[in-house]
C-alpha cells in the first residue's frame, strides 16, 4: 500500500524555525510539494518542486521557506525559517506516483503550530 509520510511538525514560538520531512513508502512515489490548510479555508500552495526541478514558492514564504529533497527524490524537505503566527496550519505534503502520469498521492498532514 502506497503511504507518504510527513514528520517534523509542532509548536513553535514566532520567529522560531522547523523542519518538516516527507516520504514515499514506494521508490515510485516521488514527493513534489507542499501545501497547507487551515480551518475554512481551501488548500494553499506553500512550495513545490516542478517537473524540470525548479522551485515555486507562495508570496507569502519567499525568503523564509526553503524547499529541498534527495538525490534520489524519495524524500523532500521543508525549510521553515522565521515562522510567524500566520503560518500556523495543517501541512500536507503531495507526491507524485510516477507509474501513472497526473497521478498524486496526498500525506495525511502534519500540524505546525506558532505562537505569538
Known amino acids: 500500500q502506497v503511504q507518504v509520510v510527513e514528520s517534523g511538525g509542532g509548536l513553535v514560538q514566532s520567529g522560531g524555525s522547523l523542519k518538516l520531512s516527507c516520504a514515499g513508502s514506494?521508490?515510485?512515489?516521488?514527493?513534489m510539494g507542499w501545501y497547507r490548510q487551515t480551518p475554512g479555508k481551501q488548500r494553499e500552495l506553500v512550495a513545490a518542486?516542478?517537473?524540470?526541478?525548479?522551485?515555486n514558492y507562495a508570496d507569502s514564504v519567499k525568503g523564509r521557506f526553503a524547499i529541498s529533497r534527495d538525490n534520489a527524490k524519495t524524500t523532500m524537505y521543508l525549510h521553515m525559517n522565521n515562522l510567524k503566527p500566520e503560518d500556523t496550519a495543517v501541512y500536507f505534503c503531495?507526491?507524485?506516483?510516477?507509474?501513472?502520469?497526473?497521478?498524486?498521492?496526498w500525506g495525511r498532514g502534519n500540524q505546525v503550530t506558532v505562537s505569538s
Open positions: 503531495n507526491a507524485k506516483y510516477k507509474p501513472v502520469p497526473g497521478y498524486f498521492y
Open positions: 514506494l521508490s515510485t512515489v516521488s514527493p
Open positions: 518542486f516542478t517537473n524540470n526541478g525548479s522551485t
